[in-house]
T-cell receptor, first 110, second 112 residues
């Protein structure tokens, strides 16, 4: 699986959009971008994933650049409950392993 | 919550004793995983299973063994616990390789 690089930490004001970047410059054509988050000592929670096209669900939007070397997770209206560590993972869909990096610690500020 | 139960939720044990953690699912998912989480290291994969009696090693498998004799149960055993195995352990399940994973609430293990 391709390596990902994320900022260690970020702050965002409550009610604003939180934009979390992820670099995956070595991504290959059959690798997906997945995002998970972990809220204070709970088990991680799936957010969204995509291959090439931008994706949106009830939690977030995923914007993948045209060259697929980077992506951005967008939480459109951040709330205090979005404070968490966010993990960007790049992997081949058929890969049985699921490995995590250290993620971005996002703090939503009132 | 996806039907995942980890037991025990908390355990304190002495160095050198065997410890078994249990992950139980009610979803009939094929894949099951064990992770450990330590400060500064994020989640690290210990072992995973892709079916009954089918398991493989992850990044940090030394000192751990697993067994999966039934679809619903995935056991993680520390044959002889060491202080370096003090950690929070998470179990996860997935229906298929392209699907999202669901995690349990974690087991906090302290080895003294």
């Amino acid at each position: 699986d391709a390596k990902t690089t994320q900022p260690t930490s970020m702050d965002c004001a409550e009610g604003r959009a939180a934009n979390l970047p992820c670099n995956h410059s070595t991504i290959s054509g059959n690798e997906y971008v997945y995002w998970y988050r972990q809220i204070h000592s709970q088990g991680p929670q799936y957010i969204i994933h995509g291959l090439k096209n931008n994706e949106t669900n009830e939690m977030a939007s995923l914007i993948i650049t045209e060259d697929r070397k980077s992506s951005t997770l967008i939480l459109p209206h951040a709330t205090l409950r979005d404070t968490a560590v966010y993990y960007c993972i790049v992997r081949v869909a058929r890969n049985e392993k699921l490995t995590f990096g250290t993620g971005t610690r996002l703090t939503i500020i009132p | 919550d996806a039907g995942i139960t980890q037991s025990p939720r908390h355990k304190v044990t002495e160095t050198g004793t065997p410890v078994t953690l249990r992950c139980h699912q009610t979803e009939n998912h094929r894949y099951m995983y064990w992770y450990r989480q330590d400060p500064g290291h994020g989640l690290r994969l210990i072992h995973y299973s892709y079916g009954v009696k089918d398991t493989d090693k992850g990044e940090v498998s030394d000192g751990y063994s697993v067994s999966r004799s039934k679809t619903e149960d995935f056991l993680l055993t520390l044959e002889s616990a060491t202080s370096s195995q003090t950690s929070v352990y998470f179990c996860a399940i997935r229906k298929g390789t392209g699907t999202e994973a669901f995690f349990g609430q974690g087991t906090r293990l302290t080895v003294v």
